[in-house]
């Protein structure tokens, strides 16, 4: 069974996960958005205290606040992290769009390297796939993870609470994202709760 633990991270309240399953020990982070130090000591001290394994470095976007953690994480693990290739470009400007979000730069560090994913990928943590699911709009490359045998999807800034991604930074789109959302989405099962980048988990039916 897949279960999850929650950190809110940086100056921006990104939601990171470590997910993992609960018979292998197999675990993965999605959006490692850590600034500080000691956010990055918490996220370590819980994957070492259940005795994990991280296998996957999952990115829903390359916005800078969800990316932020993701040269340490993947020095830590010594994994690769995974992001559709839509959004590769943006992951390697962390400055700029800081700069042009917060009007200052953070001395963010973008990734060494990063792989790709696409629609419709299946991911395996231990023994839960996981579904990628491409929902452009937020961003071009902005994906969602789902996993049916949780009945649970990792939204990123695609679907929130009473809420959906900004449209207005570069690459934005609020047709392509209402679209992504009513097919992509909410064609999911109404129970399926929903785990988004920012603020409190909510469930499709709600959304919808």
Not at 5 to 15: D, E, I, R
Not at 101 to 106: A, E, I, V
Not at 127 to 136: C, G, K
Request: hydrophobic share 40%; glycine share 10%; aromatic share 10%.
């Amino acid at each position: 069974m897949l279960l999850y633990k929650s950190f809110m991270v940086n100056p921006l309240g990104v939601n990171c996960f470590v997910a993992y399953d609960d018979e292998t020990l197999d675990a993965t982070i999605i959006d490692p958005g850590m600034f500080y130090a000691q956010e990055c000591e918490e996220v370590a001290a819980f994957i070492a205290d259940n005795g994990l394994h991280v296998s996957h470095i999952l990115l829903t976007h390359g916005h800078f606040d969800h990316v932020m953690g993701v040269r340490w994480c993947a020095a830590e693990y010594g994994v690769t992290p995974l992001l559709h290739s839509a959004d590769h470009r943006l992951a390697y400007d962390l400055e700029r769009q800081a700069l042009l979000f917060m009007r200052r730069t953070l001395g963010a560090t973008a990734p060494e390297s990063l792989a790709a994913i696409a629609d419709g990928d299946i991911l395996r943590i231990g023994n839960v796939e996981m579904q990628v699911i491409h929902t452009p709009g937020h961003t071009p490359g902005g994906v969602c993870y789902y996993v049916p045998s949780a009945q649970l999807v990792f939204t990123g800034d695609t679907l929130f609470n009473n809420g959906v991604g900004r449209t207005d930074f570069e690459g934005g789109s609020a047709q392509t994202l209402f679209t992504s959302i009513r097919e992509r989405l909410f064609t999911l099962p109404s129970e399926t709760k929903v785990l988004p980048g920012h603020g409190p988990s909510t469930t499709i039916d709600d959304e919808m």
